[in-house]
């Protein structure tokens, strides 16, 4: 089976597929399509209150992007969740091993979750131990049975493809971080800048230990764009990405430095949250990607401010392609934006 990794935001929808091949160690990763289209404006912002809209757009874009990115090997598809939508949270349980964990996780997940715990789909994953007291960390992952029931009849609507995995974003960003440093034991903080929100996920000896969500998209940075110069979406969105020139390179630097600098600070508060367990929490790398990653300067900012290495993720720099059928320096470019996309692209097939 392929599976294809569907990322779908409130400004525009990713696809991926990837051929697998081989087992273990002994296993190789070529690209076998890619793409990107816009999504309807608003639409995926409505979920709570027009659920129906949303989901027919995204089986939509699911069905427009197998098509015209020729991704018809593909007949599963993965997705991921973000935003209010979901609950990821670091809990302290008594050791148990995963299977225990499945048995006793709603119990003691319950304290935790604001909604009745049987109106919830949730998961967990164990961190780590400490046998000197009999605790375990565990991440915790909630969403609502309502909203994965949505992701799923969004699949449905395609006609062409069946679901695979439901995962998180950021959890999706780190399967592709892991993939692109097997076994990393570093403390590195996977920041995923998107059109509505920002993922931080702060990984600790290469396992994610705090994950948080902030509503600074680099959208916000269009609207300001457009308001400010009376412009279209279109043009103010290449303005911010620096394929047009701005009618005033200082205002919209301005705007930029506005946005940047609440960046900036959300990932402050991320690592001041890790630092309240681990105090003595140093990262050793700051990982970009999303559609904002690529703004010009911007690694360059992070990595002065934190004092920190500091690197544009492109996941599709460490698969093999064919240059025939895919322009390198598209893949350059796009790259960054495909992380969600290729962390589900590599998820093992587990049929819903």
Same mark, same amino acid.
């Given at each position: 089976?392929?599976?294809?990794?569907?990322?779908?935001?409130?400004?525009?929808?990713? !696809? =991926?597929?990837?051929?697998?091949?081989?087992?273990?160690?002994?296993?190789? $990763?070529?690209? +076998? @399509?890619?793409?990107? &289209?816009?999504?309807?404006?608003?639409?995926?912002?409505?979920?709570?209150?027009?659920?129906?809209?949303?989901?027919?757009?995204?089986?939509?874009?699911?069905?427009?992007?197998?098509?015209?990115?020729?991704?018809?090997?593909?007949?599963?598809?993965?997705?991921?969740?973000?935003?209010?939508?979901?609950?990821?949270?670091?809990?302290?349980?008594?050791?148990?091993?995963?299977?225990?964990?499945?048995?006793?996780? !709603? =119990?003691?997940?319950?304290?935790?979750?604001?909604?009745?715990?049987?109106? $919830?789909?949730? +998961? @967990?994953?164990?961190? &780590?131990?400490?046998?000197?007291?009999?605790?375990?960390?565990?991440?915790?992952?909630?969403?609502?049975?309502?909203?994965?029931?949505?992701?799923?009849?969004?699949?449905?609507?395609?006609?062409?493809?069946?679901?695979?995995?439901?995962?998180?974003?950021?959890?999706?960003?780190?399967?592709?971080?892991?993939?692109?440093?097997?076994?990393?034991?570093?403390?590195?903080?996977?920041?995923?800048?998107?059109?509505?929100?920002?993922?931080?996920?702060?990984?600790?000896?290469?396992?994610?230990?705090?994950?948080?969500?902030?509503?600074?998209?680099?959208?916000?940075?269009?609207?300001?764009?457009?308001?400010?110069?009376?412009?279209?979406?279109?043009?103010?969105?290449?303005?911010?990405?620096?394929?047009?020139?701005?009618?005033?390179?200082?205002?919209?630097?301005?705007?930029?430095?506005?946005?940047?600098?609440?960046?900036?600070?959300?990932?402050?508060?991320?690592?001041?949250?890790?630092?309240?367990?681990?105090?003595?929490?140093?990262?050793?790398?700051?990982?970009?990607?999303?559609?904002?990653?690529?703004?010009?300067?911007?690694?360059?900012?992070?990595?002065?401010?934190?004092?920190?290495?500091?690197?544009?993720?492109?996941?599709?720099?460490?698969?093999?392609?064919?240059?025939?059928?895919?322009?390198?320096?598209?893949?350059?470019?796009?790259?960054?934006?495909?992380?969600?996309?290729?962390?589900?692209?590599?998820?093992?097939?587990?049929?819903?």
């Amino acid at each position: 089976m392929s599976v294809i990794g569907f990322d779908i935001g409130t400004y525009a929808a990713k !696809a =991926l597929l990837l051929n697998i091949k081989g087992k273990g160690k002994n296993y190789s $990763v070529s690209l +076998d @399509g890619l793409g990107m &289209s816009q999504m309807p404006p608003g639409v995926m912002s409505q979920w709570e209150d027009q659920p129906i809209p949303a989901r027919t757009a995204m089986g939509a874009a699911m069905r427009s992007l197998v098509k015209l990115c020729k991704l018809s090997r593909g007949r599963y598809a993965a997705l991921s969740l973000s935003g209010e939508t979901m609950i990821i949270k670091k809990i302290t349980m008594p050791v148990a091993t995963q299977k225990e964990l499945k048995q006793s996780l !709603a =119990l003691e997940a319950e304290q935790y979750i604001p909604y009745p715990i049987n109106d $919830v789909n949730i +998961d @967990g994953h164990i961190l &780590s131990t400490d046998d000197r007291y009999g605790q375990m960390s565990v991440l915790l992952v909630a969403a609502r049975k309502e909203v994965v029931s949505n992701y799923i009849q969004a699949v449905s609507l395609t006609k062409v493809l069946k679901p695979a995995v439901i995962d998180v974003d950021s959890l999706a960003f780190y399967n592709a971080f892991d993939f692109v440093y097997p076994n990393s034991r570093e403390n590195v903080i996977l920041v995923d800048i998107g059109a509505s929100l920002i993922h931080i996920t702060v990984l600790s000896e290469g396992l994610p230990h705090t994950i948080k969500e902030e509503s600074v998209g680099g959208q916000r940075m269009t609207e300001e764009i457009e308001d400010a110069f009376g412009l279209p979406p279109d043009q103010a969105e290449a303005i911010k990405l620096g394929t047009v020139e701005a009618p005033d390179k200082g205002e919209v630097n301005d705007i930029a430095d506005r946005l940047v600098s609440n960046w900036l600070a959300a990932i402050e508060r991320s690592i001041d949250s890790i630092r309240s367990e681990i105090q003595e929490y140093n990262p050793s790398k700051i990982i970009l990607a999303g559609g904002c990653a690529n703004l010009l300067g911007l690694a360059d900012q992070v990595q002065n401010h934190f004092n920190v290495q500091t690197e544009i993720f492109n996941p599709l720099k460490f698969v093999k392609y064919n240059p025939k059928k895919f322009d390198p320096g598209y893949l350059e470019y796009i790259g960054p934006q495909m992380a969600v996309s290729f962390g589900l692209a590599i998820r093992k097939q587990e049929i819903i």
